[in-house]
């Protein structure tokens, strides 16, 4: 349904990504961020599946055309560390949003694992963003704190999660709650990247299909 395009970094350089348009022009824009396994087809999925919602959905190659088996959770932890989180989103997410953003309608950002917590890094970073989904990351305190946040921001979180945990959720969100920000986050009995079908081991069809329709609605809400 969509295709892989080129579009220029905050910096001037050019980067890829996978873009889905919606039917209607001027639609909202959704940057999506992937997973740590990279550009996977399921994260093209989610570009498909947001875009037969009404949004035109960009999701940029972080890894600059590199994927990981999804069994092989080594090169995926390397792709990850070796990953530069800030120039990502400051000129690559951002980029995104600004490519998404030229035919002035809003963009959001959602994201996945690796890519949650970049949407939380987004969320404080980036000034083209009207809102922000994330699912199952959230990034350390010195790359955002809770109260640098400058969007509504919604979040999904899984309470079987041993990289994204129950712990370090509360603890941001208690944060966003005295630092008096728009959010509202969900846990689901489930476990880290509920979402991914493709991971038939973790995937959580009822607890994804709540989440998802949770999360369109949150963007149609801010993003109309």
């Known amino acids: 349904m969509g295709t892989v395009i080129t579009f220029r970094r905050t910096d001037g350089k050019d980067t890829g990504g996978y873009l889905a348009n919606a039917a209607q022009g001027n639609a909202p824009g959704v940057v999506v961020i992937q997973e740590w396994w990279g550009l996977q087809d399921q994260i093209k999925g989610i570009c498909d599946r947001l875009a037969l919602a009404g949004f035109d959905a960009l999701a940029p190659d972080l890894y600059k055309g590199v994927v990981v088996p999804y069994h ?23 980029g995104a949003a600004q490519f998404l953003a030229r035919n002035g309608g809003k963009v959001g950002l959602t994201g996945f694992c690796l890519g949650g917590a970049v949407t939380v890094i987004g969320s404080t970073r980036i000034p083209e963003l009207a ?11 010195q790359a955002a704190k809770p109260a640098d946040v400058k969007i509504p921001l919604q979040g999904h979180f899984a309470n079987k999660d041993d990289w994204c945990t129950p712990q370090v959720v509360d603890a941001f969100e208690n944060g966003m709650k005295t630092a008096g920000k728009a959010h509202e986050f969900f846990r689901y009995d ?3 990247a509920f979402v991914n079908e493709q991971r038939v081991s973790v995937h959580d069809r009822q607890a994804a299909e709540l989440a ?12 109309a």
Not at 75 to 93: C, E, G, P
Not at 131 to 141: D, S
Not at 212 to 223: E, Q, Y
């Open 190 to 192: 489930a476990d880290h």
């Open 212 to 223: 998802w329709s949770r999360a369109t609605a949150f963007f149609k809400k801010h993003l």
């Open 131 to 141: 809102a922000g989904v994330a699912f199952y990351g959230i990034p350390p305190e």
């Open 72 to 94: 092989d959770t080594d090169a995926a932890n390397k792709q990850m560390t070796s990953l530069d989180f800030m120039d990502a989103t400051d000129n690559v997410v951002r």
